[in-house]
């Protein structure tokens, strides 16, 4: 009897032993399933996130940019260009439309008015995907805005846009048939900084703002402006836009762009003085294609034959009124024009395109900050820039 109580008690013995054991291995494999293991699972997270942030990176010091429109934003085929060009020659930036000549924003945004104007045709489902993949190669993204010529906004409020005198009822329109918006419409102000906000938030370096001028194309007497007093100088107007715009984006990286006599001449009529500019912007890009420039100047009788001429003189004069302006009112303002990359008056290959690049070097020596490529077709030369360093 008490050799099968012993038995018994060793049989319980070992049935309590295999349930412990059986319980801390069930028990470590729960914990294993609720709390994964920190030395494995955590950190492959954790590196997954800090990948996925890797768009933080330093701006360049000097820029140089080639241009896509929305629509080429929208084409992988082209965005790889834009990448292959920039790991192979100096170019580092890219400068993308977010709301073009059409007034059509390409992506979703969270302002309002866009919603309410029906302006969002969706080519870039992704903004952050689409600007992380350039900031991944370290590619500056700058974001283009055209202000008042703007159709779609000009039709969603009438009440903001330019008018025909002759025809009261109707949106006054340009030589290509584009309606515009009255510069002194401030509730246009603040609709185009809402979207440079947004482009802002969603990850873009810098906002480029375009056609920030009265019309200079079309009949120009049959324009009645609802806000405009005509008595306020143009440049008064424009300048003020100019105030609001940094006041409203006071620590924001802005650059403006200017018609390329505005380097040269003081007034155009249209509102752009480039001494108003530099005071409120950190880039100022003045359009030097030499084919826009007439005849007989510099005494050329197709400017579009001299690109290296035309480009110096524009920018040695840009730089002299920096310069000047400088020594009365300090600014942070840089030089950074737009150059010419299509043909028109003459045909521009490797030679023409990088004699403008040079003719900026030379002109503005230390204070050199970069250029920016213009081809409407969003095809470059790719000949006529230095390899990558």
Not at 10 to 22: K, N, R
Not at 53 to 76: D, G, H, M, N, R
Not at 138 to 146: D, G, K, M, N, P
Not at 323 to 339: D, E, F, G, S
């Amino acid at each position: 009897m008490e050799l099968i109580i012993r038995g018994i008690a060793i049989f319980l013995i070992l049935v309590i032993l295999i349930i412990g054991i059986f319980f801390i291995f069930f028990q470590k494999e729960s914990e294993k399933e609720f709390f994964p293991d920190t030395t494995t699972e955590t950190s492959s997270t954790t590196a997954i996130d800090i990948e996925s942030q890797k768009s933080i990176f330093q701006p360049p010091e000097i820029v140089k940019a080639v241009y896509l429109t929305s629509w080429s934003a929208a084409t992988e085929s082209r965005v790889e260009e834009v990448i292959e060009i920039a790991k192979t020659t100096e170019i580092n930036a890219v400068v993308v439309d977010i709301k073009d000549w059409s007034g059509f924003i390409p992506y979703n945004t969270d302002v309002p008015e866009a919603t309410e104007y029906g302006v969002e045709r969706i080519l870039i489902p992704d903004i952050e995907a689409f600007l992380e993949r350039f900031h991944k190669e370290e590619i500056y993204v700058v974001a283009r805005i055209t202000v008042f010529q703007d159709p779609l906004l000009a039709q969603a409020r009438p009440d903001l846009a330019i008018h025909s005198k002759s025809e009261k009822s109707s949106l006054w329109l340009d030589n290509v048939g584009l309606a515009w918006i009255d510069p002194a419409a401030k509730e246009a102000w603040d609709y185009n900084i809402a979207i440079a906000k947004d482009a802002l938030k969603h990850g873009f370096d810098e906002v480029n703002f375009d056609y920030t001028r009265f019309p200079s194309d079309g009949d120009l007497q049959d324009m009645s402006f609802p806000l405009w007093d005509k008595t306020t100088p143009r440049n008064l107007i424009i300048k003020e836009f100019y105030k609001y715009l940094r006041e409203k984006l006071p620590q924001d990286t802005l650059s403006i762009d200017l018609f390329g006599l505005s380097t040269v001449n003081f007034d155009l009529g249209i509102g752009q003085i480039i001494e108003d500019a530099y005071q409120y912007f950190d880039f100022v890009c003045p359009m030097v294609y030499p084919s826009h420039y007439a005849g007989g100047f510099l005494g050329y009788q197709n400017p579009a034959e001299y690109p290296y001429e035309v480009v110096k003189y524009s920018m040695e004069n840009a730089l002299k009124k920096l310069n000047l302006l400088n020594q009365l009112h300090p600014t942070k303002a840089r030089l950074r024009p737009w150059l010419q990359d299509f043909d028109l008056g003459a045909t521009y290959d490797e030679k023409e395109v990088r004699s403008e690049i040079d003719a900026v070097s030379k002109a503005l020596g230390e204070n050199f900050s970069g250029f920016m490529l213009w081809s409407s077709e969003n095809i470059y030369t790719k000949e006529a820039l230095l390899p990558a360093n």
